[in-house]
């Protein structure tokens, strides 16, 4: 017969500070996401650069917004225009880091 007795429980703290950890995580890799973009976007007139925001918008969920709607044309290109990638290559480039960070966070 094997018999527990739980002296003190420190999983909530536990987990309260993992919680902690993901969301400055997500935090920054949206912040990364944002300053890799802008700094890729061509520019013309700045607009498009500066329409590129990172925001909160829940715990741990972070939105990064290209605010003008020319912007997928640029990324994407069309018949045209070819295509000047900045979104797609700067998550590319956060995503390591990011992928990372997690898995220490919620690696034993």
Same mark, same amino acid.
């Given at each position: +017969?094997v %018999?527990w007795r739980?002296?003190?429980? *420190?999983?909530p703290k536990?987990?309260?500070?993992m919680? $902690? &950890? #993901?969301? $400055?995580?997500?935090? &920054? #890799?949206?912040?990364d996401?944002? @300053?890799h973009a802008k700094? %890729?976007?061509p520019v013309?007139t700045?607009t !498009? *650069?500066n329409?590129?925001? @990172?925001? &909160?918008i829940?715990?741990a969920?972070? %939105?990064?917004?290209?605010?003008?709607d020319?912007?997928m044309y640029v990324?994407?290109g069309t018949?045209?225009? @070819? #295509?000047?990638?900045?979104?797609?290559?700067?998550?590319q480039?956060? +995503?390591? $880091?990011f !992928?990372? $960070?997690? %898995? &220490?966070?919620t690696?034993?």
């Open positions: +017969t %018999r739980v002296v003190e429980n *420190k999983f536990i987990i309260a500070g919680e $902690a &950890k #993901a969301e $400055a995580i997500v935090a &920054k #890799a949206a912040m996401v944002e @300053a700094s %890729r976007a013309d700045g !498009l *650069k329409s590129i925001q @990172a925001s &909160k829940g715990e969920h972070w %939105r990064v917004v290209v605010g003008v020319y912007g990324e994407w018949v045209h225009m @070819a #295509a000047q990638p900045f979104f797609q290559p700067a998550i480039t956060v +995503t390591p $880091a !992928l990372s $960070a997690i %898995r &220490k966070v690696s034993p």
